[in-house]
């Protein structure tokens, strides 16, 4: 079956401008996380749902990043005002249940460069 | 300190090499231990899964988990040109998030 898409695969953008990044995860999972992995630091975690409520929103990197999911399947991540710091690849998960960790499956990421 | 620690190498070795990796860590509420292989440009794949201490064998992987020591490790045998690839540790307590090493990418020389 069809894994976790994410979309777009790249995206440069100017400094200040907004940018949203697109995941589609498994067909069925209630769970959704994204993920942030700049070089050299590894993934940092950033929010997840379950369902379509993100109960905890602490990871988020400042108050420019939000993020949202509608229908309990597609999530959106949006950074307004984007800055060259906030240049890395974003990555979305999906699993069955939340944190069911030994059924985390992650999408390729979106590689986002802020120039 | 941070809650996970792994060396970032990079690690070269010759193909059919015995490789260690390790990972520590400072919270004893960790109970989930995973390993992760990424390869170039694509999304992290669980390789491995611990709950708790203990070994597990997958093929040529295994994994251990020493929570007296706070100290997880992945050994791959007979290592492959295919094997090269980032792999990073990744851990939780019960019903939280998991918590990523750095990384520490692995090439395999033919």
């Known amino acids: 079956g069809a894994g976790v898409s994410q979309s777009p695969s790249n995206k440069v953008t100017e400094k200040g401008k907004d940018v949203e990044l697109r995941c589609d995860p498994i067909?069925?999972?209630?769970?959704l996380y994204w993920y942030r992995q700049s070089l050299g630091q590894g993934l940092e975690f950033l929010i997840y749902?379950?369902?379509?409520?993100?109960?905890?929103k602490s990871g988020l990197p400042s108050d420019r990043f939000s993020a949202e999911r509608t229908g309990g399947s597609v999530s959106t991540l949006t950074i307004q005002r984007t800055q060259q710091e906030d240049s890395a690849v974003y990555l979305c998960a999906s699993s069955l249940a939340l944190f069911f960790q030994n059924e985390q499956y992650f999408g390729p990421g979106t590689r986002l460069t802020v120039t | 300190q941070k809650e996970v620690e792994q060396d970032p190498g990079p690690l070269s070795v010759p193909e059919g090499a015995i490789v260690s990796l390790n990972c520590t860590y400072s919270?004893?509420?960790?109970?989930?231990f995973m390993w992760y292989r990424q390869y170039s440009r694509k999304g992290p794949e669980l390789l491995m899964y611990t709950y708790s201490s203990g070994n597990k064998e997958d093929g040529r992987f295994t994994a251990q988990v020493d929570k007296s020591s706070k100290y997880i490790s992945l050994f791959i045998r007979d290592s492959q040109p295919s094997d090269s690839a980032t792999y990073l540790c990744a851990m939780s307590p019960p019903n939280s998030k998991l918590t990523f090493g750095k990384g520490i990418t692995l090439s395999v020389r033919p």
């Open positions: 749902f379950q369902g379509n409520s993100a109960p905890d």
């Open positions: 919270n004893s509420a960790f109970q989930y």
């Open positions: 067909s069925g999972h209630t769970a």
